[in-house]
């Protein structure tokens, strides 16, 4: 079985699945073939928090969380555990993009070629730097190379390289 949605990292005070954009996320889909989101699991680390969310489209979904929380956020869409599209913004409007899985994204699937990895990295790291976490550049290339994973592995290694530690899952409440 494969894992296709959302991995996203912002901070609020209150569980992120009650933002606008989550929240619209899980009702409707900016693509015809794809069903709105599922709730699966929120792990938090004070007010920042990593919230799964299977299935769903959002083109604009890191834009609207950074707008809604007034701090960076990021989203990663998995497609077939395959690869990320990785969107982050901070809350000031500066963004990147890159691919958990690069190779994969752009051989396998036909994705445009990402910026160079070191640009990525750098990147990544100041915006990690943004929300506070400490990153791991020597990390994050290996990360950033990695397959997702049936179960999100992937996503949990570029999330331990950029600071976070989040905790335990907590239940969801149902859509």
């Given amino acids: 079985m494969s894992l296709f949605g959302y991995f996203v990292i912002a901070r609020h005070p209150r569980p992120l699945y009650e933002l606008p954009a989550v929240q619209r996320l899980c009702r409707e889909s900016d693509e015809e073939f794809i069903s709105p989101g599922t709730l699966a699991n929120l792990r938090a680390e004070g007010d920042w928090q990593l919230l799964q969310v299977l299935g769903g489209w959002s083109a604009e979904l890191a834009d609207e969380l950074a707008a809604q929380t007034a701090a960076p956020a990021m989203s990663i869409y998995v497609v077939e555990s395959a690869f990320g599209i990785i969107e982050a913004r901070t809350a000031e409007g500066g963004s990147w993009q890159g691919y958990l899985n690069p190779r994969a994204a752009v051989q396998a699937y036909g994705a445009?070629?990402?910026?160079?990895?070191?640009?990525?990295?750098?990147?990544?790291?100041?915006?990690?730097?943004?929300?506070?976490?400490?990153?791991?550049?020597?990390?994050?290339?290996?990360?950033?190379?990695?397959?997702?994973?049936?179960?999100?592995?992937?996503?949990?290694?570029?999330?331990?390289?950029?600071?976070?530690?989040?905790?335990?899952?907590e239940e969801l409440p149902d859509d």
């Fill in 112 to 169: 445009p070629p990402p910026p160079e990895l070191d640009a990525v990295v750098a990147a990544a790291v100041a915006w990690a730097a943004d929300t506070g976490h400490p990153a791991d550049a020597g990390a994050l290339p290996t990360a950033l190379q990695g397959r997702v994973g049936p179960f999100g592995e992937g996503v949990n290694v570029l999330v331990e390289a950029l600071g976070f530690r989040f905790g335990a899952g």
